[in-house]
């Protein structure tokens, strides 16, 4: 049992390690004058369990087991943006091809709003 509570352990100190700022902010996009910075959703799950037992037949034995299970995800969720308007936030719906959907909005937005379309 102790070998799963030091594999636990581990593995949650090295998730700890790997959460930090950088992980949920990206690192900032500059285009055409107009900063992004990517969000981005974590999250992991983990479970660990064990067990031992003796026979009680006329066989002599024991046996035991342990496992550990785990799972994560990252979610694009939405971007920041800085331009010479200012600052928004513009969410990021569905899957990772939305992010890049969204880049290419904003950046459409901003070459406009540089050639002065008002179209927005």
Known sequence: ??????LLKTSMGEIERMLNT????????????????????VGFGFGAGGGSGTMK??????????????????????LVIIDKDGVRMEPIKGAATS????????????ARKGGNDSSD
């Open 22 to 41: 950088k992980t949920v902010v990206g690192e900032p996009i500059t285009i055409e004058g107009s900063t992004l910075i990517p969000l981005v959703s």
């Open 57 to 78: 037949s006329g066989d002599a034995g024991e046996g035991s087991g342990m496992g550990t299970g785990g799972g994560g995800g990252v979610k694009p969720i939405a």
């Open 99 to 110: 992010v890049l959907e969204k880049v290419a909005e904003v950046i459409g937005k901003t």
């Open 1 to 6: 049992m102790q070998n799963v509570e030091d």
